[in-house]
């Protein structure tokens, strides 16, 4: 393609203002105190019904055939018949919906809660009283297949009454798709005709082969996943035809000769890709988008991306700069082009899973840096395109996962730097000299764990390789555990048993007795949980397979086996949070109960069972004279060691419906806030609903007193090799990433790095600013914050979650 003349006229920048409207979509509108009982998107922005129409006129057309085989044909018959868009500014094309200002919905997934509230709180999203009424009809047929909610009355009666979050208060989950990304290096170099290819072969093999083909379930298996995906990737080639067919109607309709060249262009690239592999740096991004549209936005809702970016990418930006078909300037505009599409697709999801406030995109990482296979540096000229385009755009996505190792160069933490400097909260950067060392500990590959990438929030995965899962969660709130075990399992707003009988807590006699007793109610809530999650996993497996995306990863044509069934590692992950704010409780027992004895285990049981009322002095004892955890203070950092690595071993003791075990992960987001509110009042002096610590390594807010390095140093105690659970935020001044603390920075990052600690993240925002936003927020509409694992636009959080950002402490170099 010619490249875009126009591109630097109509800037990505100037296109993000004009196209506010959209890119904003779906997201909560007006002051965050107004939004109660109101639909969780923009006005304008509409429930798009295509997809859940063809989905639900394929399953009936296909009753009574193997499931696999419905779900390849179910496919292909949605990229072939639903509404193909270009709008005028596209330089980039592939859509999920019928307009850029709708959202899709997936029905064999999910429909109860949908279908009780397109009436009321979400029938803004669908106005038109027929509409509404075919969406009740599709809800009829998917009745008893939707997938969400299955395992409710299928989980043993023993166990069915913790399924409610409302009863216990300890742990949630959704049902959301983690099922890994496509292997984009080979697909760019064979295109889906290749792996149509290559399937092809594979059906010819198991049928010239009688040991093979005499056990009638695994051929059968087999033949039925390779023809379904067969079939989907078939349908992939034609939806990057159809873009082809429409950019050329187009070109018949265009007066602007400049347009004109673009959408030939556009028509020249979607002919070739994604059937064939690309031969341009545009045509890569054409084929990425058009693949991660089909396989992750209307395959199935799977969050996550994960791919090393700078990586698939740079050889074709290498070759066509080299060959004087492209400049920085024009690919930086092409990334940028990538970025709106992005924001464009946005989830229809419940109000409860609006934590906070926050923006309703799917959540996207990219990967960048890190090093080679070889253990090089593997930075290049496109990670510095990338992280300009960042810092150019300001949008919520993609998010950037930053990969830090020790030969990270300066010049890269300085450009780092930039961009950390205009308060853009979209990076967070991962640790290569802790994370390849705890994969190779779980038996991952070498060579496998050195091309790692982060796909949302915290989670790690393999680009290209079956590794996900299928539920989102479980979120696990830690404090809710100590607060069952001061009350031997009891809940003290209904007075109802719903946890183990710990012991009585007058009988402790050190705070090893209550973090036994906190771990036996975190054993106890966690096998229920596990019970429920298994039970998800397999109703998933049976339902809701995913022929063209497994097709497209490493390994499942030759299995012959989706990605739900065939994986390279059996990973299924928690979500715990809140663990300083157990550890801080603790310090605050063991100082004043156990070794100052200056409170009795009576009297502080009595504050926390009236909320401190009437004992505010007492709750200030307990708030301000015991250590805090984000000071070096071995006191209390030795604490949370154990409770980190305790409860990481007693909820990593249980096993996954692969064979494998749960792993703790830190990808909480902001389950922070929405987790606390069922959380009574705590001895490190919070009070009933009050806020867990954020992230889940965090320190408190505001008890961080003595500098950004003893922060590091309080996080490096826990063990992150023996506990993978830390979601780190810290918060700097603005001056503190200008030029002259470059080298102060840098050495910091270094110090971070050496000490084996996972994951870093800032805000870097005046005071000022956020409140100003709070007060007006129009001003401010693109004002991005780290929140925990995701960034949002401020001004869409909630005024608690927005208060606590304010409330963090300013971290400074002196």
């Not at 072969?201 to 039925?224: H, M, S, T």
């Not at 393999?462 to 404090?479: N, T, Y």
Request: glycine share 8%.
């Amino acid at each position: 393609m010619t490249l875009a003349q126009k591109s630097q006229e109509k800037k990505t920048v100037r296109l993000k203002d004009e196209l506010g409207w959209l890119i904003k979509s779906a997201r909560y509108t007006g002051r965050p105190e107004d939004r109660l009982g109101k639909v969780p998107y923009r006005a304008g922005v509409k429930l798009c019904l295509e997809r859940a129409r063809l989905m639900t006129q394929a399953y009936k057309e296909t009753d009574g055939e193997p499931l696999i085989l419905r779900r390849g044909k179910a496919l292909a018959k949605i990229l072939d018949n639903m509404t193909v868009y270009i709008e005028p500014w596209e330089l980039i094309v592939g859509n999920f919906a019928s307009s850029p200002w709708s959202i899709t919905h997936y029905p064999e997934l999910f429909g109860r809660w949908l279908d009780r509230l397109i009436d009321t709180q979400y029938k803004d999203i669908l106005p038109d009283e027929k509409d509404r009424e075919e969406l009740h009809e599709i809800h009829k047929y998917w009745k008893n297949y939707a997938m969400q909610g299955k395992e409710r009355n299928l989980v043993p009666a023993a166990v069915r009454p913790y399924w409610f979050w409302e009863n216990q208060g300890v742990f949630h989950w959704f049902n959301g798709a983690r099922a890994g990304g496509p292997d984009y290096e080979k697909i760019f170099k064979v295109g889906l005709k290749g792996i149509i290819e290559e399937a092809k072969e594979e059906l010819k093999k198991i049928d010239l082969d009688p040991e093979f083909y005499r056990n009638a379930r695994e051929y059968l298996g087999k033949k039925r996943f390779l023809e379904a995906a067969i079939i989907s990737l078939e349908a992939g080639c034609r939806f990057g035809k159809r873009y082809a067919e429409k950019a050329r109607q187009l070109v018949g309709e265009e007066a602007n000769e400049d347009r004109r060249k673009e959408l030939e262009g556009i028509a020249e690239a979607c002919d070739w890709v994604p059937e064939n592999p690309p031969r341009t740096f545009y045509e890569a991004l054409q084929c990425y988008w058009l693949l991660h549209t089909a396989a992750k936005e209307i395959e199935s809702q799977v969050n996550g991306c994960g791919e090393r970016f700078d990586q698939i990418f740079y050889p074709f930006y290498k070759k066509d700069k080299e060959a004087g078909k492209i400049t920085r300037q024009e690919a930086q505009g092409l990334i940028e082009h990538i970025w709106l599409k992005f924001n464009e697709n946005q989830i229809l999801a419940p109000p409860g899973f609006f934590a906070g406030g926050a923006s309703a995109p799917t959540t996207r990482l990219l990967t960048i840096g890190g090093i080679t296979n070889d253990g090089q540096d593997a930075s290049n000229e496109l990670t510095d395109i990338i992280i300009d385009a960042v810092k150019s755009m300001q949008l919520v996505l993609p998010q950037i996962a930053f990969r830090f190792h020790k030969g990270t160069p300066q010049r890269l933490i300085y450009k780092v730097m930039e961009l950390l400097r205009v308060g853009a909260g979209h990076i967070a950067f991962y640790n290569d000299e802790m994370l390849i060392p705890y994969f190779l500990n779980l038996g991952i590959s070498a060579d496998v764990a050195r091309e790692y990438g982060i796909e949302g929030c915290m989670r790690w995965g393999f680009p290209g390789k079956p590794i996900g899962h299928r539920i989102l969660g479980g979120m696990f709130a830690m404090p809710r555990c100590l607060e069952l075990a001061l009350y031997q399992g009891v809940d003290k707003k209904t007075g109802k048993q719903i946890g183990p009988r710990t012991p009585d807590p007058l009988t402790f006699t050190s705070v090893e007795d209550v973090l036994q007793a906190y771990l036996e109610q975190a054993r106890f809530f966690m096998d229920k949980l596990v019970t429920i999650y298994n039970m998800a996993d397999v109703l998933d497996e049976e339902t809701t397979p995913q022929p063209f995306l497994s097709a497209l990863q490493d390994g499942c044509i030759q299995a012959g086996r989706d990605n739900r069934k065939y994986k390279i590692f059996p990973k299924t992950i928690l979500q715990p949070v809140g663990h300083i704010t157990v550890a801080n409780s603790l310090a605050a027992m063991k100082k004043l109960v156990f070794d100052d004895k200056k409170v009795s285990m009576a009297e502080l049981l009595d504050a926390l069972k009236s909320n401190w009322e009437g004992k505010e002095e007492l709750r200030q004892m307990f708030l301000n004279e015991p250590p805090k955890f984000g000071n070096d203070d071995d006191y209390v950092d030795l604490i949370a060691r154990d409770v980190v690595q305790q409860s990481t071993q007693a909820l990593e003791s249980f096993k996954n419906l692969y064979g494998g075990h749960f792993i703790c992960d830190g990808t909480g987001g902001s389950s922070y806030y929405a987790y606390s509110g069922l959380t009574g009042a705590t001895p490190d002096g919070r009070k009933d609903r009050g806020l867990f610590n954020d992230g889940t390594i965090s320190p408190t807010i505001g008890t961080d007193a003595k500098g950004p390095t003893a922060v590091l140093k309080s996080v490096e105690k826990v063990g992150h090799l023996q506990s993978f659970n830390h979601l780190f935020n810290q918060k700097f001044m603005p001056q503190f990433m200008e030029k002259e603390y470059e080298e102060i920075f840098a050495a910091y990052m270094r110090a971070w790095c050496e000490m084996g600690i996972h994951h870093i993240q800032f805000n870097v925002l005046d005071k000022e600013i956020l409140h100003d936003a709070q007060e007006d927020p129009d001003q401010y509409p693109f004002l991005a914050v780290r929140v925990a694992g995701f960034c949002a636009y401020f001004i869409d959080l909630s005024k608690e979650i927005q208060n606590q950002i304010i409330a963090r402490t300013e971290q400074a170099f002196v």
